[in-house]
């Protein structure tokens, strides 16, 4: 069963609230980064890193938007499980398949909030030599301006709630949202 807006699911789920970024916002932002990240790019092949699972529909929209010549690959890391707050620690559970040494990066990320994962995240890439490593964010929260993450391309600035939709999830639950929203407790 999928919770309605506004509405309860049972167990710890908690339910959808108010929507922070509607459908229409979300793909016309997205258009407007793959424009940027296109003129950004021109004349070089471009490594996409998705981080999942949070960030495969924003990455799958960025990617097929995007101009210049570009693989993909995906890293799976956890610093959440099942709660509503990083626990500071960063594992990673899937690591590239392609090297990056000597190719230009961009790192796309679902949500920067702490900054924490991220933070581990440039530290173990920039190890492995890449000629630029760029991070591409959908969403940021204000956590992230504490730690000053160096973010190239953000999609939108929210408040610091816990969201669900495209692609965000709480408890594996909500991803399928079209939209992004603010999860109620």
Request: net charge negative; with cysteine; aromatic share 8%.
């Amino acid at each position: 069963r999928r919770a309605r807006a506004g509405g309860r699911m049972s167990g710890d789920y908690g339910s959808i609230g108010r929507t922070l970024v509607s459908e229409e916002e979300l793909q016309a932002r997205i258009t407007e980064i793959a424009a940027e990240v296109s003129a950004d790019y021109e004349g070089r092949e471009l490594l996409v890193i998705g981080v999942l699972k949070g960030a495969i529909f924003f990455i799958a929209d960025l990617v097929r938007r995007i101009s210049v010549p570009c693989e993909l690959d995906f890293m799976a890391v956890s610093s959440y499980g099942s709660a509503t707050h990083s626990s500071g620690v960063v594992r990673i559970l899937k690591d590239l398949d392609i090297p990056i040494a000597g190719r230009h990066v961009l790192l796309v990320e679902d949500v920067i909030d702490s900054g924490l994962t991220l933070s581990y995240l440039l530290k173990n890439l920039a190890s492995r030599k890449p000629a630029s490593l760029e991070i591409c964010s959908l969403l940021t929260k204000p956590g992230h301006k504490r730690l000053k993450m160096p973010t190239r391309y953000i999609g939108f600035d929210l408040p610091d709630v816990f969201v669900i939709g495209y692609g965000l999830d709480h408890a594996e639950r909500y991803r399928e949202l079209p939209y992004i929203a603010e999860l109620e407790l």
